[in-house]
């Protein structure tokens, strides 16, 4: 070829493919942020005993699952299990143990998905100490599988502790991120960045109360994350409000539960109690004092 046809197919060839854009996405591949750069989240407020109850609802209200947090401390350990029990029979049932020495630190996880809620049955462990994680699940045929991995477990991993973390955040500073081990279901560790949406106000049986918005977005390491958001595969942003207040406190979160699910929304759930028989005999005497006399 000539020296002068090979000029021309080399301008035809940058003309069509800017520069810019290639340069910019070889950068993201050696740039793209690190895993390891991880900081534990201190601890500001000390968990304790409880017993917590929770709904799951759709986007659009409907409820779909009623939860029980139940949580027991011993020394500087926390136990949380917090269960959702579907109208349809599914359950999810997770059981966080971790510490809060100084700082939180994750020491196991045992997430369990199963009923016609989740797509794919799973159930996930994880030990934080030693980094190994194991997910059995069922494959589009029904066949049983086991994924096995080990990660070096950086000390933000938030498996079951997010709406602890977030509570502990000083709202004006809040971690940039968080990582979580995610059932793909092969196991992948991943990060949420983290950033404040500023205070909404809510109303408490009348009262007006603030409640610090955060953001979560997954972000996908390497070419993967890169391409997630072209086809289809980027996680949607989940939301969470903490109580600005002296003690924070929960009040609602919005989010996914596996991958490809929809956004659920978590709130704290208001009991609803049988009439007493007092206040069925004043409803029947209102009734009564209603009617027209014969």
């Known amino acids: 070829m000539s020296s002068s046809a090979k000029s021309l197919r080399n301008k035809a060839f940058s003309a069509s493919v800017p520069a810019k854009p290639l340069v910019t996405f070889a950068l993201a591949l050696v740039c793209w942020p690190s895993l390891a750069s991880a900081e534990p989240v201190a601890v500001r407020y000390a968990e304790g005993d409880l017993h917590g109850f929770l709904v799951l609802r759709t986007l659009d209200g409907n409820i779909s699952a009623a939860g029980d947090l139940i949580q027991t401390v011993r ?69 049983q599988r086991v994924e096995n991995e080990n990660f070096d477990v950086p000390p933000d991993l ?20 968080l990582s979580l081990i995610a059932a793909t279901p092969k196991p992948r560790l991943v990060k949420l960045a983290i950033s404040s949406a500023g205070q909404q106000p809510f109303s408490l049986a009348g009262s ?4 610090q918005h955060y953001v979560l977005k997954v972000e996908i ?36 539960l596996y991958a490809g ?29 209603t009617r027209p006399a014969r």
């Open 75 to 143: 020394g500087d350990v926390v136990t949380a299990r917090l269960t959702f029990r579907f109208k349809d029979g599914s359950l999810q049932d997770e059981t966080t143990v971790y510490s809060q020495r100084r700082t939180f630190r994750l020491i196991s996880d045992h997430l369990v998905q199963k009923g016609p809620a989740f797509p794919e049955p799973v159930d996930m462990t994880i030990d934080g100490g030693s980094g190994k994680v194991t997910v059995r699940y069922r494959d589009e045929e029904g066949k």
């Open 158 to 177: 938030a498996n079951g502790m997010i709406l602890t973390l977030l509570k502990n955040a000083r709202p004006n500073t809040p971690p940039k991120s």
């Open 208 to 211: 007006r109360r603030e409640a």
């Open 221 to 256: 390491g390497g070419i993967a994350g890169l391409l997630a958001p072209f086809v289809g595969k980027q996680p949607p942003d989940s939301h969470v409000w903490i109580l600005d207040a002296a003690v924070p406190a929960f009040v609602r979160a919005e989010q996914p």
């Open 261 to 289: 699910s929809p956004l659920w929304r978590i709130e704290l759930a208001t009991p609803a109690w049988p009439p007493t028989p007092a206040a069925a005999t004043q409803a029947d005497q209102r009734v009564a004092s």
